[in-house]
């Protein structure tokens, strides 16, 4: 019964994200995008609002290599900034000891990340995720709901997708899976669990869900 957990405000906070984001593509283009070019961005995941964000700058879609550019530069503004003797991570410990639990009673745990794959290596390192946990990043050209897809298609179900914000409820949806919220900015008639929850709520809550 594989699991897709969103990683960055579902198991912890890296805060200040969207400013590292912004910062790398001012580095990579000369000229950092502006808050508001931000919000205007409609996808969810890095491959699909840098993408857009290109579109609108300099009138075509953004090729790998340019992804990849990108990938180094957000990754090395994580590690200046999120260290020991700089910011560190708030974890949300009973989230993240749950998820083991159930990686450990036998579901398939994934992480399904908006985040480019090194940047979500660097944050699963970061909150102590287990490294027996898979990982999947944004791809290009993939939605959200789409690396969902690529986390169950070599797994049989009932499936179940957790996070923290609409857009992952809305990519569970898309991809026709159930819904788990994390915290108060999702609400809905899914079930909800706060982030300080322990452990034993969410395993006990995603196996009354998951049969």
């Known amino acids: 019964m594989p699991l897709c957990f969103d990683l960055d405000g579902t198991l912890?906070?890296?805060?200040?994200?969207?400013?590292?984001?912004?910062d790398a593509l001012g580095e990579l283009w000369g000229d950092a995008?502006?808050?508001?070019?931000?919000?205007?961005?409609?996808?969810?995941?890095?491959?699909e609002i840098v993408d857009e964000l290109h579109r609108s700058r300099f009138g075509i879609g953004l090729e790998d290599l340019a992804y990849e550019q990108f990938e180094a530069a957000c990754l090395a503004r994580f590690r200046a900034t999120f260290h020991p003797e700089g910011k560190v991570p708030v974890a949300f410990q009973g989230i993240i000891e749950g998820m083991h639990q159930l990686a450990e009673r036998g579901h398939a745990i994934?992480?399904?990340?908006?985040?480019?794959?090194?940047?979500?290596?660097f944050k699963a390192e970061g909150l102590g995720i287990d490294e027996r946990i898979h990982r999947l990043g944004s791809l290009p050209r993939c939605s959200r709901?789409?690396?969902?897809?690529?986390?169950?298609?070599?797994?049989?179900?009932?499936h179940l997708y957790v996070g923290d914000r609409p857009h992952d409820r809305e990519a569970a949806r898309e991809a026709g899976v159930p819904f788990?919220?994390?915290?108060?900015?999702?609400?809905?008639e899914h079930p909800i669990l706060c982030a300080e929850a322990e452990a034993v709520h969410l395993v006990s809550t995603v196996e009354r869900l998951l049969p």
Do not use: H, Q
């Open 12 to 22: 912890g906070t890296f805060g200040g994200g969207y400013v590292l984001l912004r």
């Open 33 to 47: 995008p502006k808050p508001e070019e931000l919000r205007a961005c409609l996808g969810s995941t890095d491959w």
């Open 110 to 121: 994934w992480l399904v990340s908006g985040n480019v794959p090194l940047v979500l290596d």
């Open 145 to 158: 709901a789409d690396l969902i897809r690529l986390a169950m298609k070599d797994c049989s179900g009932p």
């Open 180 to 188: 788990l919220g994390i915290g108060d900015a999702v609400p809905g």
